[in-house]
């Protein structure tokens, strides 16, 4: 009986707690080789001018890759780093290591499925096999209640019957890995490498984000156990300023360095040992809102990256560039947004809350075309996932999945609810560290 060599191309999945495809790799494989590929498309320059994956989100995207070389190691195994187009880098390790399968984790996006498909075609002629595995969601893709063209259109309806009829699966356990072959393996690369350009860390930063599995399940420990900061959480998460106000955990959820059901089964434990109440139901629900979105993209595929969105819905967008780079650089003359858009711009971070007004400003009041503002968040955002991202631009913009005809946020009225004090624009547009971005 001949042996099995199984490749697993790692993307944004970088855990091996409760990852299915590395988990059945190791159970199914005799020899398996980890592997991760910095894509340079991903990093090109958006026609308006700024790189596709900003540095911060690239910094944390360097950390969380190297955590997982380093966990590997640890392990026994390793982690082979390529630097170019998957669809002719994974061709080319399966055909010279005699790869006999490919295992990777699913996606739903239009790149990344197209990535795929053509990486599927250029193997069939050798009779290799791609395997995917659903590991994004709390909820798995099999267990939702619909087949998913008659997904609801209305998250409220997703909910219910979600919570009604489906169920969180278990954790996969950290399995034995298998052989690693004997081969030079490349260091992790710069962000020079990466042709972008270091930021410097801005003081007001409301968290030092660090890439990772352990960073992130430190920082769930941290939150949810030794603070007790879950049993107020749904009390707090409309916060601006500082660390703990919400949980945190998006960025660490977007890379895969930690999945949802993860999560879920901690503030469960939480649950069942201190507190059970509004709170630790509302995390759960904002998971659900994440599921949701990303079930959405699989229904609708490149309708979330059209203008007209999934409701095929027309607006008169302008294309000014002057006035979008007013809102990007935070020099728009309204205090409450330019202070979120310069957190943006000096943490690769905002607030839900921020999201939210700037978003609704840059559509509503400026009536910019809402992908801008959408690849602005794409470039800029640690946390960027590419569902959530652009179906809740979508949802603001009034193109997405929402039952109200216009989403507008008043900002005078936001002002004086989350920051009547003026304590938030007062650090970003006033601080000792302030200074109007060039």
Not at 245 to 273: D, M, W
Request: net charge neutral; hydrophobic share 35%.
């Amino acid at each position: 009986m001949s042996s099995k060599t199984i490749l697993v191309w790692f993307k944004n999945d970088l855990r091996l707690t409760d990852n299915e495809t590395w988990f059945r790799a190791c159970e199914q494989g005799d020899t398996v080789i980890p592997v991760y590929i910095f894509d340079p498309m991903q990093f090109q320059k958006h026609p308006l001018g700024f790189p596709r994956t900003g540095s911060f989100r690239s910094n944390f995207l360097i950390e969380s890759v190297a955590a997982l070389k380093n966990n590997l190691r640890l392990a026994g195994s390793d982690l082979l780093i390529k630097i170019g187009l998957p669809e002719f880098i994974i061709p080319e390790l399966v055909g010279n290591l005699n790869v006999s399968d490919v295992y990777t984790s699913q996606e739903v996006t239009t790149e990344e499925v197209g990535i795929l498909e053509s990486i599927k075609q250029k193997l069939e002629a050798n009779r290799v096999d791609v395997k995917e595995f659903w590991t994004s969601t709390l909820i798995h893709y099999e267990d939702i209640p619909w087949p998913i063209k008659r997904l609801p259109d209305m998250f409220t309806q997703f909910r219910k019957e979600v919570e009604r009829e489906s169920s969180v699966r278990p954790l996969f356990a950290l399995p034995a890995v298998k052989n690693f072959p004997a081969m030079q393996t490349d260091p992790v690369p710069t962000l020079e490498q990466l042709g972008i350009t270091p930021s410097i860390t801005d003081a007001r930063s409301v968290i030092n984000y660090s890439g990772g599995e352990a960073a992130a399940q430190n920082r769930v420990k941290d939150y949810i156990w030794e603070k007790d900061l879950l049993r107020q959480y749904k009390e707090t998460r409309n916060g601006l300023i500082g660390e703990n106000y919400s949980s945190k955990f998006s960025a660490a959820l977007a890379h895969g360095c930690i999945s949802p059901k993860f999560i879920y089964k901690e503030v469960k434990k939480y649950e069942s040992q201190r507190i059970k109440n509004d709170s630790t139901y509302w995390l759960i629900f904002e998971l659900l809102w994440r599921d949701y979105f990303r079930f959405v993209a699989r229904k609708f595929g490149s309708k979330i990256f059209q203008q007209k969105g999934i409701r095929d819905k027309s607006f008169p967008w302008k294309q000014d560039v002057q006035l979008f780079e007013t809102w990007r650089l935070g020099q728009t003359g309204v205090d409450f947004i330019d202070a979120n858009m310069r957190e943006l711009l000096a943490t690769g971070f905002m607030s839900n809350r921020g999201r939210q007004n700037v978003a609704s400003y840059l559509t509503h009041d400026l009536k910019i075309d809402w992908r801008w503002g959408a690849a602005w968040f794409e470039s800029q955002l640690i946390d960027y996932d590419p569902c959530s991202n652009w179906l809740n631009w979508a949802y603001v913009a009034g193109v997405g999945n929402d039952p109200r005809e216009d989403r507008y946020f008043n900002i005078e009225s936001q002002v004086r609810k989350y920051d009547p004090k003026g304590e938030y624009m007062n650090l970003w547009l006033r601080g000792s560290d302030s200074k109007i971005p060039g």
